[in-house]
């Protein structure tokens, strides 16, 4: 991806008609622990060029790194979304997580100073990229950058173990039932429409993040839309009685 002044990245989500229209407000992005300290929200706020590159565009199917690449940036989700997987020698990749708007990307590299996994997009989204390297040039306190980055840190923990845990089902239809109610959970928790979605990830790969086949996926979700539990329209899903999805879910007769 090219790297581009915030000035000219500011407005370039909304000049570039590849972004998704779904964009998730700023308040409610994994980012804002730091942008609060930056206050980016302030015409003034005096950080150098270059801390913060935001709503760059990202076409489907472009990555944003690669496993095992320098870590250098953190990445918030600002619309669209993504996935990352593990590339495998044997050409089929392991799919590790689907990340919507308003999440992070790239936190894990900070401790091992390279990315474990490549980020791909799912479709035409935006980020925003926090330039780490540059960040003590931003004019802060130190212990406030620091505190802003472990309250970051903090939130994405909480966030990976509560999805690990609700994807450990016994049932393919558990499975699928309870990803659903994690995508709309999510987008929730980020102030987005969570009851109509688009789910822009294929078939294979949400099998391959749960462990099923991309048929028996397929199948699954048929099965849902005739028992009037959701609707199906290509891509896009309307939850229509989410307390049978809940209840599907959590594997109660």
């Not at 980055?149 to 990976?160: N, P």
């Not at 949400?206 to 048929?222: D, H, K, P, Q, Y």
């Amino acid at each position: 991806m090219k790297k581009g002044s915030i000035s000219a990245s500011r407005n370039s989500c909304k000049a570039d008609t590849r972004c998704s229209s779904q964009e998730v407000e700023c308040q409610n992005c994994g980012l804002d622990p730091i942008c609060s300290i930056l206050d980016y929200a302030e015409e003034e706020s005096g950080v150098p060029d270059g801390v913060l590159l935001r709503r760059r565009p990202v076409s489907r199917g472009e990555t944003i790194f690669r496993k095992e690449d320098p870590f250098h940036s953190l990445f918030a989700v600002k619309s669209g979304s993504f996935k990352t997987y593990v590339p495998r020698f044997d050409h089929t990749d392991q799919v590790v997580g689907f990340h919507l708007a308003g999440e992070m990307l790239g936190c894990e590299g900070m401790a091992s100073e390279v990315y474990p996994y490549t980020a791909r997009a799912l479709e035409n989204s935006s980020v925003c990229e926090l330039r780490l390297e540059k960040l003590t040039g931003a004019g802060r306190p130190v212990e406030a950058l620091q505190k802003g980055i472990i309250e970051l840190l903090g939130k994405e923990v909480a966030f990976s173990h509560e999805l690990i845990a609700s994807m450990v089902h016994q049932t393919s239809e558990q499975r699928v039932a309870g990803f659903l109610l994690s995508i709309s959970s999510r987008l929730d928790r980020r102030a987005i429409p969570s009851s109509e979605f688009n789910m822009g990830m294929s078939r294979s790969d949400i099998g391959n993040f749960l462990g099923l086949a991309g048929e028996t996926v397929s199948r699954v979700l048929t099965k849902f839309q005739k028992q009037g539990m959701i609707r199906l329209k290509h891509k896009r899903v309307t939850i229509l009685d989410g307390a049978a999805v809940q209840h599907l879910a959590d594997g109660l007769d």
